[in-house]
């Protein structure tokens, strides 16, 4: 054997190896949230969202009966995301009914976009261990250890984004081929039909393939999202449901003027979630710092997937929503991370040609100064708690890092260069990392815990005593997959008379009135949060009881309230209750009302 393929065979040794370390890792962390999750659920797998009852309810009624619909009694546009649907829809054709579904198709596309994570720092240069712990930190901030229990789309519109991100980074380094012509159109499509939103990412790519003239590449990035909405929202259309699913008419943004966007965007940036805003001015400083000489040359793929990335994120903050239990901005912390991680190598490795020279102590001495600079003067005007904790953090580091590096290694000026940019970069980035991935892994089991005692008891009662009746809701996911239940959604996103009343700001206790009467509930189960003031409940409903749930994290209320629309289907659902309230956890607090005579 030749030294040449000794070495190959040595390298795919290291890269398998450290693509088993990695997925050892990814095991112990989801073996950790598992056993966490149901300890809290009193051993009941419960994801800790509704929404992904409403993607099972959809499936199930598609699979089973041809119906895109929360129920099986007509369609319905609660879903944003078709690819996801029709996947799980395939899923349970094949292997049966089963809510664990999600978490397993999450859990597979997770792992899977953190190995080819790992690949391609592999494949740009890093050290083997260098590789594995890029890889998890990208993994833990997403966070991708708890994205699956939620069971919803954003674990494979990740993995899509991320495969989607490794091509582009090789994309402009030479010119197109046809090969890569279809796999645009195809990786966009794939992209935008499981979650609109990631058609932010394709904005900067398409332009770029229109100032270098790469027509038929342009074309590929324009059809893939137009194939993948449009093509829904014909379908949507020619069953009855709006060219655009309820889901997004009801909580995406819909501004009216340029400036509106830029407002929004900006407040989410700095007010949504802080992880998006770490990484996002960190990211703009590397991308920043890649256009020195030098480096400005050999990053041009980084450089355009950088401002990609930037472009989408304002986009996003702009136009959608950001936060909510971490998932709709999940793809662009774990891109952020991704781009930034691969800026920062290239920066530390980037050599400062004839740097070599010795620099002077008092040099070091004005580094170290800066840095104390960065301790005392921005923190105290710099206006976010996260920048400026941060800010604070990275320079108390960096002032003792200058110090080691004078101490200790050569004063040169491609060290002083390395220790002040470099350690600035990645103090900040580990804490971002941490910060995001200790939170989420905290409130995890607790957001389980939360659905469990509240919709699934809820799914649990409606399909006890209501399994084919009416039901009138404002949480639809549960009560729909585990019944077969005729529902009137009290927010909009199965029902269009409610989204078409609350889309024109009249959704009031006449309007609301008039739809109850017309569709005859047997029960109403809502928040009573929700409808008070001038959307308050018609009077002529009778509450028979209230369900408090201990603490919150992720469902809309502690506390449900189930109506009767009057005093003899009232007495029915006392009983019902009466009944059930005996089988409830012990963590739910049922108080029963006294029916009027």
């Known amino acids: ?66 119906i895109w619909g929360v129920t099986a009694h007509g369609f319905s546009s609660a879903s944003s995301s078709p690819l996801w649907t029709a996947l799980l829809a395939l899923t349970i054709k094949v292997a049966g009914n089963h809510d664990i579904i999600p978490f397993i198709l999450g859990v597979i596309a997770s792992v899977v976009a953190a190995l080819i994570c790992y690949s391609k720092f592999k494949q740009t240069g890093f050290h083997v261990v260098l590789a594995v712990i890029s890889a998890f930190a990208v993994f833990m901030v997403g966070p991708l250890q708890l994205l699956p229990f939620t069971g919803m789309e954003h674990c494979l519109q990740i993995l899509l984004d991320v495969m989607f991100a490794c091509w582009v980074l090789d994309l402009f380094n030479s010119p197109v081929t046809l090969k890569q012509v279809k796999f645009a159109a195809l990786i966009t499509m794939l992209m935008c039909a499981c979650r609109y939103e990631s058609a932010f990412l394709i904005v900067i790519p398409f332009c770029v393939s229109l100032w270098r003239k790469e027509w038929k590449l342009a074309t590929a990035f324009a059809i893939g999202p137009l194939v993948a909405i449009g093509g829904f929202g014909l379908y949507s259309t020619a069953v009855g449901m709006p060219f655009v699913p309820n889901s997004i008419i009801l909580k995406g943004k819909t501004p009216s003027f340029l400036p509106e966007v830029i407002v929004r965007a900006i407040g989410f940036l700095c007010n949504g979630t802080p992880a998006v805003w770490d990484l996002f001015v960190l990211t703009v400083g590397a991308g920043l710092l890649l256009r020195l000489k030098g480096l400005r040359e050999t990053t041009l793929s980084l450089q355009i997937w950088i401002w990609t990335v930037v472009s989408a994120t304002c986009m996003h903050a702009g136009l959608a929503v950001i936060g909510i239990y971490y998932r709709y901005e999940a793809y662009l912390v774990v891109l952020l991370a991704m781009a930034l991680i691969l800026a920062i190598d290239r920066i530390l490795k980037f050599v400062w040609e004839g740097s070599d020279m010795e620099v002077p102590t008092v040099h070091w001495l004005l580094a170290i100064l800066v840095g104390v600079v960065l301790q005392f003067g921005l923190t105290a005007i710099l206006w976010t708690y996260r920048l400026t904790s941060h800010v604070s953090m990275a320079s108390n580091v960096l002032v003792g890092a200058l110090l080691a590096a004078m101490l200790l290694a050569p004063k040169t000026q491609r060290n002083l260069m390395r220790v002040f940019v470099g350690t600035t970069f990645l103090i900040a980035t580990v804490m971002t990392i941490i910060d995001r991935s200790q939170t989420a892994h905290m409130e995890m089991p607790l957001a389980s815990r939360d659905i469990y005692l509240q919709q699934v008891q809820m799914g649990r009662f409606i399909d006890r005593y209501y399994h084919d009746g009416k039901l009138a809701a404002n949480d639809i996911g549960a009560v729909s997959y585990f019944s077969n239940v005729h529902l009137l959604d009290l927010v909009g996103l199965a029902s269009d008379e409610i989204r078409i009343l609350r889309r024109a700001h009249n959704f009031l206790t006449d309007t609301v009135g008039v739809q109850l009467a017309k569709f005859d509930p047997d029960v109403i189960i809502v928040y009573k949060e929700w409808f008070k003031g001038i959307e308050a409940l018609p009077a002529s409903m009778v509450l028979v009881s209230e369900w408090t749930i201990p603490q919150n994290t992720t469902a809309a209320g502690r506390t449900i309230r189930l109506y009767a629309p009057n005093l003899e289907k009232a007495k029915v659902l006392r009983a019902n209750i009466e009944d059930f309230k005996k089988s409830l956890p012990s963590r739910v607090d049922v108080l029963m009302v006294d029916l009027p005579e």
């Not at 393929?5 to 950790?32: C, D, F, K, M, P």
């Not at 056993?35 to 992904?52: A, I, M, R, V, W």
């Open 1 to 66: 054997m030749t030294r040449g393929a000794e070495a190959n065979r040595g390298s795919r040794l290291t890269l398998i190896v450290g693509g088993a370390v990695l997925l050892l890792l990814l095991g112990i962390v989801y073996g950790l949230n598992w056993h966490n999750t149901l300890s809290q659920t009193e051993g009941h797998f419960t994801y800790g969202l509704d929404d992904p009852y409403i993607h099972l309810a959809i499936s199930k009624n598609l699979a089973s009966h041809g």
